[in-house]
């Protein structure tokens, strides 16, 4: 038997739904970031399991910083670039539980962003100094975004968990 909604979530619910799902809970394409860094050691986070990629720990902190990123964005209404793109990651494991949380401390800061963030305004294009002319992405397209960079990166992941045994 399926369940049927009784109320219709409002794109701002299934936003914040979507957020949730990708880093902490059960999304429907498989385990959430947090339950994909399960396991992880700060060796293997230091590890670069294919030339020239980045490292387990780097893509932490990369995601970290984009969420800080978005959470800005948000509440400035204004893009920029972060400041940078791929933090190098320095090993260990003050740096690995360091990287984690950060992450984490950058997701509940964006949450807070959504949830004090207008609803009516998620359609609204975030003004962006780098397409000056024409800014093309919504605040709903940068979310729902920032969720599927979750779920891009969750995927290297489990792949780099594998090469690595």
């Not at 049927?4 to 739904?17: N, Y």
């Not at 986070?45 to 020239?52: K, N, S």
Request: proline share 5%; glycine share 6%.
């Amino acid at each position: 038997m399926t369940k049927r909604m009784t109320v219709i979530p409002t794109e701002h619910d299934v936003i914040l739904d979507e957020l949730h799902r990708a880093l902490h809970g059960e999304p429907w394409h498989g385990n959430s970031l947090l339950t994909t860094l399960r396991g992880v050691t700060a060796e293997h986070a230091a590890a670069r399991p294919v030339a020239d990629g980045h490292s387990v720990g780097e893509l932490v902190l990369h995601l970290g910083v984009w969420t800080a990123e978005v959470a800005r964005r948000l509440r400035d209404r204004v893009a920029r670039d972060a400041a940078v793109d791929f933090p190098a990651f320095a090993g260990g494991e003050k740096a690995w539980t360091d990287a984690r949380e950060a992450l984490v401390s950058a997701h509940a800061a964006l949450v807070e962003e959504v949830r004090r963030f207008p609803p009516a305004d998620l359609h609204e294009i975030c003004a962006d100094p780098r397409q000056a002319d024409a800014p093309t992405n919504s605040f709903a397209v940068m979310l729902h975004g920032t969720a599927q960079h979750y779920a891009y990166h969750c995927g290297q992941i489990a792949l780099f968990k594998k090469m690595l045994g």
